[in-house]
């Protein structure tokens, strides 16, 4: 489910506050973004850095995700976190789901996700199920890859 700016540019259906809400972030939000994020003293700037998506459960933000999109029409996904208590609800996956929809529809062909080669592993295997594999290794960072068929262009 989505709010009524995200539905009129992707169609999905709007959500109502007994719903897990996907919407994009506010300035108000970035107080509770600083809590849930674990990059410890961010500046407030780094929240305007990229694209915020946040997703919301009975006015309270449980999940975001930061992504941009490059002009070679890469979707590259930065930070996705879940609050520890809606973990294994799907929120990750509707917010991936969102950031893609909206990437397809900007003509993104490819979406990158990078993720630590030495940790992260849950993010790995989610990845893995949907569809994205393992580019690149460089270092301790792992380049994920997923390209969008035609179908979904």
Not at 135 to 143: A, S, V
């Amino acid at each position: 489910m989505v709010d009524q700016q995200l539905h009129e540019v992707i169609g999905f259906p709007i959500g109502n506050e007994y719903d897990v809400t996907v919407r994009l972030m506010s300035p108000s939000d970035i107080p509770e973004l600083q809590k849930m994020s674990l990059i410890r003293g961010q500046k407030t700037v780094f929240w305007y850095g990229a694209i915020t998506l946040v997703a919301e459960f009975e006015h309270r933000i449980v999940g975001f995700t930061q992504y941009y999109i490059s002009v070679d029409m890469i979707l590259h996904s930065d930070t996705i976190r879940i609050a520890p208590d809606m973990k294994g609800k799907g929120i990750g996956g509707m917010l991936t789901e969102v950031k893609e929809a909206i990437a397809i529809k900007v003509g993104a062909r490819v979406h990158m996700h990078m993720v630590s080669h030495n940790g992260e592993i849950a993010l790995k295997k989610i990845l893995t199920k949907m569809g994205f594999h393992l580019c690149q290794r460089h270092g301790p960072t792992e380049f994920w890859v997923k390209s969008f068929n035609e179908g979904d262009l």
